[in-house]
Structure formats: structure tokens, C-alpha cells
């Protein structure tokens, strides 16, 4: 099936791939739903998977930085940027310091309570942590440093029938069998399909997941001593 490209064509897709089921493309107004079954399921899915490390949902912010240190400030939290709260995974903190760019260490919250012994104390950060949708910084920065961030994110959710994103494209395949399992369970309740389905979902799924590694190769092969 060519790939979808709005929110629409994926609903459509999927009210297809059930035999024609343009029925639960409608809300049901008597039940309270404002959301169609197909849209409820499609945003299920996309629950589901937007915590999954895949190709098109990592990003690095290298021209924009998530945040910059302030003077004496340790901890940084929506307050300072709202991905802190919204990222599924933070995988590294890069800090631009005398215009070089460093990766800093990533440690845990005890760790960074045990080299913080000293509350005075200030410094360029080397070492962050993160806990309760909160990152802190060691040493206690002593000026405004650019913090960039590699990490998961979540894309903007799909509402409007011209809205398009990854899910829509690379992730759709993975989303649409996600989906019809869903709908085979409930409201169809032909459980045999959804088994079906859920063989096909995790067909996709090892696919994105050997696609995302595949990218993320160097080519070569490290010595083994």
C-alpha cells in the first residue's frame, strides 16, 4: 500500500485494510467518543510506539540549544525548556564551553548528590543527571553555557486531517497494524484477525528496529584485541 501522507489517508487506509469499515471513521456521538474508533486507535498506537528509539523520532539539537545555564542555577526544568519534561529519553548533554563543543558525562542522581558536597562551589558543567522531569548539572554552572541535548522525542500529535509526521510516513506501516489490531479486538471483535495483525505489527516493528540500527552503523569493524 503507498505510504500515507495526512492523517486522513491513513485513516482511510486503515478503513480499507478492514474491508471497507467507513463506519468507524465516524464519531460515535451517543457514546461520548470524540475521537472516531479508527482515530482512538491510530492515537493508541502512536501511544504506544512514541516511546521506541526509531530513525525518524530521534533528533539532535545542534543549531538550537534546549537550554542555556544560568549563573549559580543547578537544577533546570520545564521552566527552561519544555522537552525536558515531554523526551522519553535524554541519551547525552553536549556543552558548549570557549566555543568547543563537549559531551558531558551522564551519572546518576546519587552520583551527582555525592560530588555536589559542596553547594558554593561553581564550575563549567561536566556531569548531569536526571530525575522527576529535572535535569542537574555538575559542578553548578558558574556562567551561560548552551546545553544541546540528543534525545527521543515526541512528535506533534496528530488532530487536523492535513496533519502529517513520521507517523504518517516512515512509522505508518507500524501504526496502521498497530491500529487494526486494536479495531479487530474492539469494536469488530474478530480476534483471530487481530492475531494476525499482531504477527504483522511485530513484523514492522523488527523492520524499523533493523532499519534505525542499520543507519546507525560506522561501515567498519572494530579491532578486538
Do not use: C
Amino acid at each position: 500500500m503507498a505510504i500515507s501522507t495526512t492523517y486522513i489517508l491513513l485513516q482511510k487506509a486503515i478503513a480499507d485494510e478492514l474491508g471497507n469499515r467507513t463506519d468507524l471513521l465516524t464519531a460515535l456521538g451517543d457514546s461520548g467518543l470524540t475521537l472516531s474508533p479508527i482515530q482512538n486507535a491510530i492515537q493508541s498506537a502512536v501511544s504506544k510506539w512514541e516511546r521506541e528509539p526509531f530513525y525518524f523520532n530521534e533528533i539532535y539539537n545542534s543549531a538550537t540549544p534546549l537550554f542555556t545555564t544560568v549563573s549559580a542555577q543547578e537544577l533546570y526544568t520545564t521552566a527552561d525548556a519544555s522537552m525536558i519534561a515531554t523526551s522519553p529519553y535524554i541519551y547525552n548533554l553536549h556543552a558548549l564551553i570557549s566555543a568547543n563543543r563537549y559531551e558531558m558525562r551522564k551519572r546518576s542522581w546519587q552520583e551527582i548528590e555525592d560530588l555536589s558536597s559542596n553547594p558554593a562551589a561553581r564550575g563549567q558543567p561536566n556531569d548531569w543527571a536526571y530525575l522527576a522531569k529535572t535535569i542537574r548539572l555538575y559542578p553548578i554552572p558558574d556562567g551561560a553555557y548552551p546545553i544541546r541535548a540528543s534525545r527521543l522525542q515526541i512528535l506533534t500529535a496528530l488532530s487536523a486531517d492535513a496533519d502529517t509526521n513520521a507517523w504518517t510516513n516512515a512509522g505508518q506501516t507500524l501504526i496502521r497494524y498497530s491500529a487494526d489490531k486494536r479495531l479487530y479486538m474492539s469494536p469488530i471483535q474478530a480476534y483471530d484477525k487481530a492475531q494476525a495483525m499482531e504477527v504483522a505489527e511485530k513484523d514492522q516493528l523488527q523492520f524499523l528496529r533493523n532499519e534505525t540500527d542499520r543507519r546507525k552503523r560506522t561501515g567498519s569493524a572494530r579491532p578486538y584485541y
